[in-house]
């Protein structure tokens, strides 16, 4: 009965001053929106990205210059080096191409190289494209699908066609379907042959987004390019997924030797890719967590101060309580219910906004966040903690008050 009239006094006393309680509670409901959020977001990306390696399969190697993984002896991942694949030293050569294709295991390899430039159409370019030089393996090697026309093959290598993302086709043609149209790439005329259907593909991924990129043939990126294309990529399939670790080994152990001895590059196997990406989106959802914590950290200290301001204004009523037999702890719980209200109301409304942004980030962008019942149990119980902890020092203050100097003082 008692909890139950200090629940109905708490509910009085936040609705009696609603602006300054709402005003406490903004500090809880960012923190834990934040917490919500980010995870969210980042488990969503961690599953589009497992998609996208699962798709890709389970038998492709990926070798990419950069040392992106320090392992051990056995092979097993000790680091993640984070910068690897953006040292500006280590390359890939055509001697590696060669290296990697003439691998035993490896039935097939398709090779990718960056031509810079900007695609124009008529009046219009394309800004935020990519293009790439490859293979007619390369379909095959992604496993996706043209869904519009055609990709090139082995007797158009040395023509000058292409086969665009989605995002190329709706920004730079401003159509779905532009085949057989053609663009200005570098000085030179290329025509159009086919349309990729959509790459799910998730925004804070390592590798680039493919819906904005332009396939041309490898050897035509070379010539366009006068020689200074970047091979940034080989993909190479095993003929036995049984024998990856093997596989693997071997061409790492030719690489090595091809490079004088010096490990500047990285073989990494589908779960590699996981680990390097997972843990750059790791590092990023700890970034914001640590902003959300100051949120709530903030919150506390707001929950405190309105307590204080209650108890300085409650004086008169915390005298009666204890003048007519109210003890310390049935005031310290009354405190400590309200503080405890006010930060469940503020947990409440973050995960309402949380589950919004959320459903908002769906529909706006190809994110798809994953909002689990355990990140809002954590972050609940968290803001609940803070509001408990922030909470203690008014609650024990009000207690502690001696029933005639409260009396007293209130009558001044």
């Known amino acids: ?96 191409l060669k290296i990697v294709r003439e691998t035993p295991g490896i039935e097939a390899s398709t090779a990718l190289n960056l031509a810079t430039g900007l695609p124009s159409y008529q009046d219009r370019k394309f800004n935020d494209s990519v293009t790439i030089g490859t293979t007619p393996e390369l379909p095959s090697m992604l496993r996706q699908e043209v869904e519009f026309g055609r990709f090139f ?16 086709a709706e920004k730079l043609f401003d159509e779905n379907v532009p085949i057989s149209k053609s663009f200005t790439f570098r000085g030179h005329e290329f025509i159009v042959y ?19 990129a332009i396939f041309i043939p490898y050897e035509i990126a070379k010539s366009v390019s006068g020689g200074t294309s970047q091979l940034y990529e080989v993909l190479a399939r095993v003929d036995d997924v049984e024998k990856l670790d093997e596989v693997s080994k071997d061409l790492s152990s030719r690489l090595v ?23 750059i989106i790791d590092l990023i959802t700890a970034m914001i967590a640590g902003i959300a914590a100051i949120s709530m950290l903030v919150g506390g200290i707001g929950i405190m101060n309105v307590m204080l301001v209650s108890v300085t204004e409650r004086t008169r ?17 009354q405190f400590m219910i309200e503080a405890a209200v006010l930060s469940i109301w503020g947990a409440t409304i973050g995960v309402i906004f949380s589950g919004l942004i959320s459903l908002g980030i ?7 966040p994953v909002i689990s019942w355990q990140i809002i149990l954590f ?11 922030f909470g203690l020092a008014p609650a024990i203050k009000a207690a502690r008050k001696d029933p005639i100097d409260a009396l007293r003082s209130s009558l001044l």
Do not use: W, Y
């Open 1 to 96: 009965m008692m909890i139950t009239d200090n629940l109905q006094m708490a509910l009085n006393s936040i609705r009696s001053s609603r602006l300054r309680s709402f005003l406490t509670l903004l500090g809880v409901i960012i923190g834990v929106t934040s917490v919500i959020t980010s995870v969210s977001l980042a488990e969503g990306v961690k599953r589009q990205i497992s998609e996208e390696t699962n798709k890709l399969g389970n038998d492709v190697l990926t070798i990419r210059p950069g040392k992106a993984l320090n392992k051990d002896q056995q092979g097993f991942i000790v680091g993640i080096n984070t910068l690897g694949g953006a040292s500006t030293t280590a390359i890939l050569t055509e001697s590696d």
């Open 153 to 168: 093959n082995d007797s158009e290598t040395e023509k000058k066609v292409a086969v665009i993302g989605r995002n190329v």
């Open 194 to 212: 086919g349309v990729f259907e959509r790459f799910q593909s998730a925004s804070l991924s390592q590798g680039i987004n493919f819906n904005n």
């Open 257 to 279: 030797e091809a490079h004088a001895g010096q490990e500047d590059f990285s073989i990494l196997k589908p779960d590699d890719t996981r680990a390097v990406t997972n843990n």
């Open 317 to 333: 009523e915390i005298g009666l309580r204890k003048a007519v037999g109210a003890t310390d702890r049935q005031i310290l719980s």
């Open 362 to 368: 769906r529909i706006l962008t190809n994110l798809q």
């Open 379 to 389: 972050a609940c119980t968290i803001s609940v903690l803070v509001g408990i902890i």
